[in-house]
């Protein structure tokens, strides 16, 4: 997953302002690249990991064995649909290749919510949409796999009941990659 996705979460993560001293989570961590990353860009703030498989967190945490030391990261076992953070802690919740998986897409967009500071925001960022240019091959995968992947206007319209505003969608086409980011908006009051 850390180099097959690496690609793919620049691309996205190119799509949204991270500050250095930003509090984020990464929303099913897998192996701890994306968290690597993250913690990089947001150099003097404190990225948090979830995964609901005990193998990802573990592996997540040995990838991150010196950041965690230096307190800068923490990585815990928790499904999206109840995260254990506080209402509005994140300035930023990103979730790389994991959406497309969760039980519960609305609730769990608004559990996402609820633990952003009002104004952060929501990146979704995955290598497959439906409608996308290699659908019909990613697709027929991703129905076998028991998941599914929304078209770009139903993540318009997933984000909207969820409660998100200032959505914004992007598309890589040659590589049928997606990418859509949402706002907590700011006079919401947790």
Partial sequence: MNRTHSALTDW???HVVIEKDFTILDVGCGGGRTIQKLASMASKGSVYGIDYASGSVAASRTKNAELIKAGRVEIRQAPVSQLPFPDAKFDLVAAVET???WPDLVNDMKEIRRTLKPGGR???IAETFSGARFDNVK????KLLGSNALSEDGQRDLFRLAGYDEIETFVEQRKGWICVVGRKPIHEIT
Avoid at 139 to 142: A, I, K, L, N, W
């Fill in 122 to 124: 929501l990146i979704i």
């Fill in 139 to 142: 697709g027929s995968v991703m």
């Fill in 99 to 101: 959406q497309y998986y």
């Fill in 12 to 14: 996205g993560l190119e």
